[in-house]
């Protein structure tokens, strides 16, 4: 990013032209993410921690974080940034809000400080998300109607969303099964079209910046569309991941490796893999249901709400009948339709696996836990 400065050169304001108009304590920040995420490389601090990406504008989430960042009390419609505004001092500035921060601010009613905020980017809509601090505050206990329903097992999939061993109460209507809402299938025609448009007007050999205002156009016109289907999707998990998390005392969910289901279907030269176009399919609708995503959210909410999460293995959670236990591929007759060979029973199979899940972590269960 920067380069040697030469003696004689004035620096940085000549060089580094966007320098002037970023608020001083971004670039700060900025530094200082990459010294912890050099750090935690550096000491392997935690698993999974590799080196460090660059990111680049436009190539990446646009986002940035600053400390120093406030709610504006008297109208909650507004956040300040830069700190308090001082002759020849820091830049300060207010950004007007979409709608008033009203949980920010009960928040902030509660004692809660705020530590960080992060600026990002979603389609044409910019998004401030706080980082609050809050004085400790006893653990949540789960209610009693929570502990009267008690285990929940969840299979989550593809077609279906979610399957639950029992209902669950959503936008007031109680089911078992939550169908993908498929919004990246249904928008992928929409943008087609735009990305016809956006391969047409690239000029081979150029950077992005360097496109067209054409290519710049269409490429404009796909992000709403993308955004829309990134807002809708999370809407579905938040609406999930909460029923779970207070309508019962404990859910169970397989303990899936997200990134081994959606690596390559291609497999090696030794061990070529099987059917790679269908996997392939089956990989980004695995992504778009994201269940790393869904797993994160419960774990939090969990212990929001004052139930717990389990993770067990999964393995024949499909193939297993739920009435006498006994294993048999066969069993499942098409994707959802579930008849055992052995003592007939028959059940949505996806609500099958669900009962599996739940049944599953009473037998590993330890006392208390
Ligand atoms: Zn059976």
């Known amino acids: 990013m920067i380069g040697p400065v030469r003696a004689g050169q004035p620096w940085p304001r000549y060089r580094y032209r966007w320098w002037d108009g970023v608020n ?72 007007r809000l979409h709608r008033p921060a009203y949980r920010l601010a009960r928040l902030l009613q509660r004692g809660g400080e705020v530590q960080m905020v992060t600026i990002s980017r979603s389609g044409p809509r910019w998004f401030a998300a706080f980082n609050v601090r809050l004085p400790a505050t006893p653990a949540a206990v789960a209610t009693r109607a929570q502990r009267e329903r008690g285990t929940v097992g969840v299979d989550l999939g593809v077609e279906v969303i979610s399957a639950t061993s029992r209902p ?15 919004h990246l299938a249904n928008a992928r025609r929409a943008l087609a079209k735009w990305e016809r448009r956006k391969a047409r007007r690239w000029v081979k050999g150029r950077p992005a910046r360097e496109q067209s ?79 790393g995503e869904i797993r994160r959210q419960l774990t939090y ?4 709400y004052g139930s717990t999460l389990s993770a067990v293995n999964p393995a024949y959670t499909s193939q297993t009948c739920h009435r006498c236990g006994h294993v048999d591929r066969k069993s499942r007759r098409t994707r959802s339709v579930f008849q055992c060979t052995a003592c007939g029973a028959e059940v949505h199979a996806d609500i099958g696996a669900a009962h599996n899940i739940a049944a599953r972590d009473e037998r590993t269960a330890t006392p208390g836990g």
């Open 301 to 304: 909410k969990t212990a929001w």
């Open 168 to 182: 669950i109460q959503l936008q007031k209507v109680a089911t078992q099964l939550v169908a993908n809402p498929r």
């Open 24 to 95: 001083a304590m971004v670039c700060q920040q900025a530094f200082r993410d990459a010294d912890t995420a050099w750090s935690n490389w550096l000491s392997r601090s935690r698993e999974g921690l590799g080196y460090p990406r660059p990111k680049q504008r436009g190539r990446c989430r646009d986002s940035f974080r600053m400390p120093g960042v406030g709610l504006v009390p008297e109208n909650l419609r507004h956040i300040r940034i830069g700190g308090e505004r001082r002759p020849g001092g820091q830049k300060a500035f207010r950004v």
């Open 213 to 291: 205002r054409g290519w710049h156009e269409a490429k404009d016109h796909m992000a709403k569309p993308h955004a829309q289907i990134a807002a809708h999707r999370a809407d579905t998990q938040h609406h999930l991941t909460k029923a779970l998390a207070t309508q019962f005392a404990r859910a169970v969910i397989e303990d899936l490796q997200v990134k081994n289901m959606s690596k390559s279907a291609k497999g090696t030269l030794e061990e070529p893999g099987s059917m790679v176009r269908q996997k392939a399919g089956l990989n980004r609708a695995l992504l778009d249901v994201s269940f």
